[in-house]
């Protein structure tokens, strides 16, 4: 049977509210072969793809997910033709200016990630606005991390806690995980416990590498543009299905 995902507007019956991951982190990739498929232009994938992440960051909401992290723009993306790194970072204005609105609508915090301060100056502005409007929102938290790359972030909090402890602000032995945690750009943000993976590679690509440290992995053929409720709801049955042990018997 072929379920319809814009009829999955509630949790489905076999989904348990009480043990839905807190934060889902996704890998969006398959953008490109969706669209060689249909013998359309790259970029029409990562249209596509906008459209499917709206659709799973409405779902997260509608089922009570309190933060989703998109992986957008890694540090490596900026080897793509210029053409489509252009489109990107176009496409990435756009919609923030497209989406605010509904995003304040449906109380959406948003936050960006990564190394924001070599993305095109416009682009920086739309992304300080849309992160100060949304700020007090509590629905959800919405993180996108663009030009983003999981060493630099663990690089960027080194040196922010090696800052500190040469201005006497803080002990070497102060330094625990709770504190390097907070030195991280998700500080705030509920521990990543679920992260999917579209279109089969079994990699990580650098996201999210302190934090996935006990997150469970999901990963699926299907391309990031044809990622539906659906799909996510079978994401979330697994998940559900798992035996977390975190390192304990
Ligand atoms: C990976 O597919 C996808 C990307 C590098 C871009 C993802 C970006 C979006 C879906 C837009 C998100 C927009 C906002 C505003 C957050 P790929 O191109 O690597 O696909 P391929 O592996 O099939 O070539």
Not at 81 to 107: C, G, H, S, W
Not at 154 to 172: D, E, F, K, W, Y
Request: hydrophobic share 40%; aromatic share 8%; net charge neutral.
């Amino acid at each position: 049977m072929t379920v319809n995902p814009t009829l999955l507007r509630e949790l489905p019956a076999d989904l348990k509210r009480e043990r839905l991951p807190r934060h889902v982190a996704v890998i969006m990739d398959g953008n490109g072969r969706w669209a060689k498929q249909r013998g359309l232009p790259r970029i029409m994938g990562h249209r596509r793809g906008v459209d499917a992440l709206k659709d799973i960051l409405r779902c997260c909401k509608d089922w009570g997910i309190q933060a989703l992290t998109a992986y957008a723009f890694s540090t490596e993306n900026w080897g793509r033709p210029a053409e489509e790194v252009d489109f990107l970072m176009t496409l990435f204005e756009r919609v923030l200016r497209q989406e605010l609105r509904e995003m304040m609508e449906e109380d959406v915090q948003i936050r960006f990630v990564g190394n924001l301060h070599a993305l095109p100056r416009s682009l920086q502005k739309e992304i300080e606005y849309s992160m100060e409007q949304t700020r007090q929102n509590r629905s959800i938290q919405f993180t996108i991390a663009t030009n983003y790359g999981g060493r630099q972030e663990i690089i960027q909090a080194c040196r922010s806690i090696a800052t500190q402890v040469q201005q006497g602000l803080l002990q070497p032995d102060e330094i625990d995980e709770a504190l390097f945690e907070h030195h991280l750009y998700t500080a705030g943000i509920s521990e990543l416990d679920l992260m999917i993976r579209t279109s089969g590679e079994m990699r990580i690509s650098n996201f999210l590498l302190w934090q996935v440290a006990y997150a469970e992995l999901y990963v699926t053929d299907t391309l990031w543009p044809d990622f539906n409720r659906a799909e996510f709801h079978q994401a979330l049955s697994s998940y559900q299905q798992r035996e977390r042990r975190f390192g304990k018997v």
